[in-house]
């Protein structure tokens, strides 16, 4: 572990304070069997008694309990990884749609117990972006009940869609039918994982393509009045 870290409750970057962990007591615990361990001399006061006098504790390289020294909340790490609170995935997208934003998250929440429910809610944040697009471009022929590849396939007759992006989408919605859907595929939980970090880093990344220019643009109509034009 490093001595420091960003404490994963409140975000704030605070020096290791480690608590220990007993694995086992020392029986039996009496005043002879302490004085035994760390010397009779004239009492107590010859030595302080620590925990690990009366305790066997776990080594802080497998197994560690650290406090923040900023918000006071504990935190569990194992083998140097952490372990509580669960670690949550990326950031939405800066102007994420808030219809989207809400199940983005929620997936980004459980991307580390569950990467399987991560992959079908960012599928279900694909299907609310392509909703979102058709709606603020006004596309014509879009219908909000078609499947969703026939909703991508209106916003790319309509709108216009370059070849990477359409491969972008494709594989996002792929990748959320494999776990939505009776999967095709024999998957590790590494390529599970692995699939929904990529598949997070694609929604924000059609969140720049589709939305962010449409707020750019209307931004800058905002500060430069027409008449100025």
């Known amino acids: 572990m490093s001595n420091s870290y960003k404490c994963p ?18 029986p039996p615990i009496t005043r002879d069997n302490i004085f035994a361990r760390v010397g009779r ?3 107590f006061g010859d030595k ?9 504790i776990m080594p802080i390289e497998k197994t560690a309990l650290t406090k923040c020294q900023a ?8 083998n140097g990884e952490l372990r509580y609170p669960t670690p ?24 580390y117990l569950s990467p399987r ?13 392509a909703d979102h ?43 959320g039918n494999e776990f939505a859907h009776k999967g095709k595929y024999i998957l590790s939980d590494t390529d599970t994982q692995e699939l929904a970090e990529i598949m997070s880093e694609l929604v924000n990344s059609l969140v720049d393509i589709w939305v962010k220019p449409a707020k750019q643009v209307a931004r800058i109509r905002q500060l430069i009045p027409a008449k100025k034009r």
């Not at 302080?48 to 066997?56: F, I, K, L």
């Not at 909340?73 to 194992?78: A, C, K, P, Q």
């Not at 078609?146 to 972008?168: A, F, H, P, Y």
Request: charged letters at 30%; glycine letters at 6%; proline letters at 3%.
């Open 9 to 26: 409750h409140c975000g704030a970057v605070t020096a290791i304070f480690t608590l220990p962990i007993i694995s086992k007591i020392k």
């Open 117 to 129: 429910c991560t992959c079908v809610l960012l599928r279900v944040c694909l299907e609310k972006l």
């Open 133 to 175: 697009v058709a709606e603020t471009s006004k596309i014509s022929g879009y219908k909000p009940d078609d499947l969703l590849w026939k909703k991508i396939d209106t916003i790319e007759k309509n709108k216009g869609m370059t070849s990477d992006v359409r491969q972008m989408v494709d594989a996002c919605r792929d990748t």
């Open 88 to 111: 949550a995935g990326i950031e939405p997208a800066k102007g994420m749609p808030e219809s989207v934003k809400k199940d983005f998250i929620e997936a980004q929440s459980i991307i």
């Open 48 to 56: 302080s008694v620590g925990v690990e006098d009366v305790a066997e």
């Open 71 to 78: 918000c006071d909340r504990l935190i569990f790490w194992e």
């Open 41 to 43: 001399g004239s009492g």
